[in-house]
């Protein structure tokens, strides 16, 4: 080799060069690179978190060296002392590290400090800092203000503005305690905390601190107090109200309604309380009395009011859901020490019913607990629960029905019901007198069978109530909303009309009902994320949860869509019947297909009886395989591959042991598949919302190929071998066309569509498909009993338009 583009030699000739001459001389002529700047050492993540909380504003560095002197001679500063000498110290008033490692538990694989993991994950994912700021709440207040800025919001403008931090603190109130906090631009929040409470100021109307403090003796913040252990073990927050459920306490505080003196009952503080200086409640009747005849105040309080008072009053929709304010929850806590002992005083009446409204029902207001749709139109609901009685004939579905009152639903715990430490148990209502009635009920055809609709409940239509989209922008509203008011509209007049029961939704979204999505992800100490529903999907494992969501449905008929493991397990331990509706996986029929199943064996067994055969799946498999000879032109598939059918970003579908399967799961997969094939077609599923990222990702593989054709055109063709899914329902579907089936994610089949045995679809849980004749009255009428004649039951007619389908050519007109 030799190279002859050289200056020319003295006499002419041409100048060669080859070798080594050649390699040095191009070494000269290029352009030596620049010597690489060295790499620069790793940040200490110690000293970026330093420099995160210094830029915050959520340090205060004057409060915290007055608590800590010795932070002021730090050679680094107040912050670097307390994240390097005392990582655990409170860096602000209103920054609670205790409450703060008790909500987010995991915070120490994140950060070096509470705050540090505030700022870097907890504030956009609306942990709270304080037990008495509420992020969700106080986002409702101010709308666009993002996730991560709401407490520094709330430092910096939102106090200022009087904007209530938590719905147990009013802000309205305590400044009018002191005129001149206002006026001195104090933070009301951070005066209670540091020194309000101390000096015996109220938070708000209905919780009279001063007395409270002298009743319980709590050794901390007596509004945390009450919020986090004494609500729970039955504490009283005011001498004139009754101990209540914390989230009825919450409404009456949000409607601006007291107890009135005149039908409060007459209360004499005992001897401790009237040691410690606290008022009697004659001397606080005047303050009692105006808040019993005052209206909601104007702003934050009117938005409380709006969001609390009265659910059924709110529109079901998603717009009115995205405009609920949200109100506080505040995880169970385990009850700290006992209760003092109350002085001999009178046990407390019920709380007052509000002008206009109806007496309460024993049973807690299902209003309260759930988003209650409008009613539709029909008989009055039974007030009784209907027992059979020795001789009734209950063959015919009729018989004389020994009908016992009305009982509340079981309270959560015994704390709840007043049987905590210290506190006197409360007394039984003297037992009524039962009547006769008759009834028409399904009749019983085993021996433990669920409660139906011939009990005093209403008809709920409901699903997975703990579903979490990340993608969403605003995570608190309840994804399923959406399907669980589609079935109530398709199905909800027909139950009306046949039951004679109210139909209601519930979609527990009506925060701060503990029941509430929102409240229980808190309970349970998990991240409000896809990641922690999934974590949540197969059972909730807190036993006191569970009663408190079965006495949430107790007595009613359950309609669900897609019901989750966790829900059917406590519907089957306690009793509770359901009829639970999905999309059929089998969708190359001519119109779609409802799955349907129950936990009552009698309505199962008719469910079973009015199924879609499985021979139609045959028969519409094989239409549909004879048109793709004629419609599909791609002629260079690989002989032998394999299909890979791929599924939506998130679904509950992908849930497996605890977990959300992810991309790298469907990498896993592919890769085994590859090794095992000679081509891997990928096909895509058509809601997945990044599907151009995946494409690429799919083309990095060895031997797979991204496919756009029709699913059911692939699976019809001869050169696929194997079809193959993390869990996809067109696994279902793939046995008609002939195809062997592989699932990644090792559950359970949901569906059966091989006819099997009645006895074996209901051990297992399974659904059948239910026919067209689902949307009329007369299906619903029979499986629920209130009918012994089965409807006729059209299916789909394999020979309509079957030669014109096939053949894929039309003449005519």
């Known amino acids: 080799m030799s190279l002859t583009l050289l200056p020319p030699r003295p006499d002419g000739g041409a100048r060669t060069l080859s070798g080594r001459g050649l390699l040095d001389y191009l070494g000269r002529l290029l352009p030596h690179p620049a010597p690489a700047a060295a790499e620069a050492p790793p940040a200490d993540p110690v000293a970026v978190e330093i420099a995160h909380i210094a830029a915050s504003g959520l340090f205060d560095a004057h409060w915290f060296t007055e608590q800590h002197p010795e932070a002021a001679e730090a050679p680094h500063g107040a912050v670097a002392w307390q994240v390097r000498e005392a990582p655990l110290t409170a860096p602000h008033p209103l920054f609670d590290p205790a409450h703060y490692q008790a909500t987010e538990p995991d915070w120490r694989l994140f950060a070096a400090t509470p ?65 001149e906090l206002r006026a001195a631009g104090v933070n009301p929040l951070t005066h209670f905390v540091q020194l309000g409470a101390a000096q015996g100021l109220s938070p708000n109307p209905l919780f009279d601190l001063p007395w409270y403090a002298a009743r319980y003796a709590p050794a901390e913040n007596p509004l945390v107090h009450f919020l986090t252990q004494g609500v729970a073990a039955g504490a009283r927050p005011h001498p004139a109200l009754p101990a209540e459920p914390l989230r009825l306490w919450l409404a009456r505080l949000a409607a601006g309604k007291g107890q009135r003196p005149d039908t409060a009952p007459a209360v004499t503080p005992g001897p401790a309380a009237e040691a410690a200086g606290a008022e009697s409640p004659a001397a606080r009747t005047p303050a009692v009395a105006a808040l019993a005849v005052a209206p909601p105040a104007a702003g934050v309080g009117a938005a409380r009011a709006l969001v609390l008072a009265a659910p059924a009053a709110r529109a079901p929709t998603a717009g009115a859901r995205a405009m609920e304010a949200p109100a506080a929850s505040v995880p169970a806590a385990e009850f700290r020490g006992p209760l003092p002992e109350p ?13 206009g409204e109806p007496p309460a029902a024993p049973a807690p207001d299902r209003a309260a607990t759930g988003i209650a749709a409008p009613e539709l139109s029909g008989p009055p ?41 210290g506190l006197a148990p409360t007394r039984s209502p003297p037992p009524q007198t039962p009547e006769t ?88 100490q998990r991240e409000f994320s896809t990641a922690g529903w999934a974590s949540l999907y197969a059972g909730l494992e807190d036993a006191a949860l569970e009663e408190d969501i079965a006495s949430r449905f107790a007595g009613d008929l359950v309609v669900s869509y897609e019901l989750p493991p966790y829900l059917r397990r406590i519907f089957d331990r306690h009793g509770i019947g359901f009829i639970d509706l999905t999309i059929h996986p089998i969708r190359y029929l001519p119109e779609y297909m409802f799955g349907i199943r129950s936990n009552v064996p009698a309505i199962s067994q008719r469910l079973h009886a009015l199924q879609v055969p499985a021979r139609l799946f045959a028969d519409f498999a094989r239409l549909s395989a004879a048109r793709t000879i004629r419609v599909f032109r791609r002629a260079d598939l690989e002989p032998g591959a394999a299909l890979f059918i791929g599924q939506m970003n998130r679904d509950s579908s992908l849930i497996h042991r605890g977990r959300m399967y992810e991309a790298e799961d469907v990498e896993t997969a592919l890769l085994e598949l590859s090794s095992r094939y000679p ?86 849980g399974q659904y059948v498909a239910a026919p067209p004749a689902i949307f009329e009255a007369p299906y619903w009428a029979y499986i629920l009993g209130h009918s012994d004649t089965p409807p006729p039951v059209p299916l789909f007619d394999v020979t309509r338009d079957a030669l014109r389908t096939t053949l894929n050519m039309k003449w005519g007109r």
Do not use: M
């Open 437 to 524: 009635v008759n009834v028409t009920v399904l009749k019983p055809q085993y021996a433990a069978e669920p409660a139906l609709v011939s009990s005093t409940g209403a008809v709920t239509f409901t699903g997975d109530l703990l579903r979490v989209e990340d993608h969403e922008p605003k995570r608190l509203p309840n994804p399923q909303a959406t399907n669980i008011a589609w079935i109530h509209a398709l199905f909800g007049p027909l139950l009306r009309e046949i039951t004679g029961r109210p139909c209601r939704a519930f979609v527990a979204e009506d925060y701060p009902n503990p029941l509430a999505r929102l409240a229980i992800f808190r309970r349970l």
């Open 343 to 355: 002085e001999a005083e009178p046990a407390p009446g019920p709380a007052p019913v509000p002008q």
């Open 381 to 421: 609901a039974a007030p009784r629960v209907a027992e059979p009685q020795p001789g009734a004939d209950l063959a015919s579905g009729q018989g004389a029905l020994r009908a016992a009152p009305a009982a509340p639903r079981p309270a959560p715990s015994a704390l709840a019901e007043g049987h905590g430490p």
């Open 115 to 179: 705050l540090g993991h505030y700022l870097r994950r907890g504030a956009a994912a609306e942990a709270s800092p304080h037990p008495l700021f509420d992020p969700a709440w106080y986002a409702a207040q101010v709308p666009g203000v993002p996730a991560e800025r709401l407490f520094r919001h709330y430092l910096t403008e939102g106090f200022a503005a009087g904007l209530s931090p938590h719905p147990a603190f009013d802000p309205g109130f305590y400044a009018a305690q002191l005129p």
């Open 679 to 764: 081509k891997v077609y990928y096909k895509v599923h058509p809601h997945r919302r990044d599907a151009a990222e995946l494409k690429a990702f799919v083309a990095t593989l060895p031997r797979c190929e991204w496919i756009d054709a029709n699913v059911y055109d692939l699976l019809a063709r001869p050169e696929i071998a194997l079809a193959a899914s993390l869990s996809s329902g067109t696994l279902v579907e793939a046995p008609f066309f002939q195809r062997p089936v592989q699932r990644y994610i090792d559950r359970p089949v949901h569906v059966d569509v091989t006819g099997a045995a009645h006895e074996e679809v209901f051990e297992k």
